[in-house]
């Protein structure tokens, strides 16, 4: 049973003075600021620079550059942490590929790991997880532990705190990438895990930027019409192509995968004329043309007037008056939940567990949606936010100042993932990937 599994103590034997390695962080003074809390408090703490960007956020003492290949990253590592007596490993999601021969390191070495990312609870919120994230996630996937484990813990304050903006989000990608790309040489043997080059990327966005207004003009009329009339739909909110959450904890190779999957099931078991309406990430590049693809998908499947594509509107809106939603693993479903509607994963996600997300086959899903039971819902979030979120965000000085304290708080304290959030082993696994369909080009 999952709760015999149940590390409740993580204060295992710990230096009172620890030796703090950060690996790359977010295009953010976040880590910066961290490891000046976690000095504040006596600890020692170092960084391990990859690129002209990690300098550029680090901007403080204690930093070590690595200018050699990948193959030889591994043996690198391994002797950084024997020589400096590192103790704990602070990093940026793990599936980029430093990372992932980083952490098997760390683990083989005994050091602690410690994830930080975007927060589950957006929009002004921060995760931060003991040894890993999604499939390979400690926090808890039984309902009645999770139920048990918040039972004492209060409603959290859900009012934004933190607000950043777009300018300060693109201004630091700016800050972080263009040195990369113009002063490569000085780190010629870094291996850039995104899938686009960023000068694509900046001309994608820019390229959104000058079409935004009308595109949310567009998108709020047809958000309008669909609440004003009586037929049912449901949501499908795409994810980033370059997420780590798509290409690492879900079976599929590209969102184009699944969103062929999604379509062809609702094509197939929907009731009549239910809707399907899918909606673009705000911060996606542009580069690739979802609505083509998803109209020429709905053309094909013969859903011409049932499927509709958004590129702005307020996803919660839309959500809270849907039949439910259906995502690869996005946070967008963790919304949805807490507005009691349906979700169906399709992924690996924190939050897929019985009683709280639809456990049907998808299929199934668009017959009978299944919302979540109220119990462990409120345990759930409950749950989440005392144990692996914290307050803050990555791109406002006020954010960064707040997650930074929040942050290194508990890693000072050992008390990541709890109260009662840590189960060994994991109980997720990384999902096998399915075959592209013939009819989708590689």
Wanted: charged share 20%; glycine share 6%.
């Amino acid at each position: 049973m999952e709760n015999a599994a149940l590390h409740t103590d993580v204060s295992e034997e710990l230096p009172s003075r620890r030796v703090f390695l950060f690996l790359q962080g977010p295009s953010s003074p976040i880590f910066r600021k961290i490891a000046n809390c976690l000095e504040s408090y006596g600890h020692t703490c170092l960084r391990i620079n990859l690129n002209v960007g990690d300098q550029i956020t680090w901007w403080r003492k204690g930093a070590s550059n690595y200018r050699g290949t990948f193959a030889g990253w591994p043996a690198y590592l391994e002797q950084f942490i024997r020589d400096r007596k590192v103790t704990d490993m602070i990093l940026l999601g793990e599936e980029r590929p430093y990372h992932q021969a980083a952490t098997a390191v760390a683990r083989r070495a005994g050091v602690a790991i410690a994830i930080v990312e975007m927060g589950y609870l957006r929009p002004d919120w921060l995760t931060l997880e003991r040894d890993g994230m999604s499939s390979n996630s400690h926090f808890p996937a039984d309902a009645a532990h999770i139920v048990d484990a918040a039972k004492t813990l209060p409603e959290p304050d859900w009012r934004k705190h933190y607000s950043q903006t777009f300018v300060a989000d693109a201004s630091y990608d700016l800050l972080y990438n263009l040195p990369n790309v113009f002063l490569w040489f000085l780190f010629p043997h870094y291996r850039r895990h995104a899938i686009f080059h960023p000068l694509a990327e900046y001309a994608g966005w820019i390229r959104r930027l000058v079409a935004g207004k009308r595109r949310s003009a567009r998108a709020d009329e047809t958000v309008r019409a669909l609440l004003s009339d009586s037929v049912p739909y449901f949501v499908y909110p795409l994810q980033l192509e370059t997420d780590f959450q798509l290409r690492a904890h879900s079976p599929f190779h590209s969102q184009k995968v699944a969103i062929d999957e999604v379509m062809t099931s609702f094509a197939a078991h929907s009731v009549a004329d239910t809707r399907l309406v899918f909606k673009v990430h705000p911060l996606d590049n542009d580069l690739i043309g979802w609505r083509n693809f998803i109209e020429a998908k709905a053309a094909a499947l013969g859903l011409a007037g049932r499927v509709f594509y958004l590129d702005g509107g307020n996803l919660d809106v839309l959500a809270e008056a849907s039949s439910g939603m259906v995502t690869v693993n996005s946070t967008a479903g963790l919304h949805a939940l807490k507005q009691g509607r349906p979700v169906k994963v399709l992924g690996t996600a924190v939050f897929d567990i019985a009683g709280l997300t639809d456990q049907q086959p998808l299929d199934d899903f668009w017959q009978a949606p299944a919302a979540p039971d109220a119990e462990v819902s409120t345990a759930m979030f409950r749950l989440l936010a005392a144990s692996i979120q914290v307050r803050g965000n990555f791109y406002s000085k006020a954010g960064t100042d707040a997650g930074a304290q929040a942050i290194a708080e508990r890693l000072h304290e050992n008390t990541v993932n709890q109260p009662g959030a840590y189960i060994v082993p994991p109980p997720r696994r990384k999902p096998q990937k399915k075959q592209r369909p013939a009819s989708l080009s590689a």
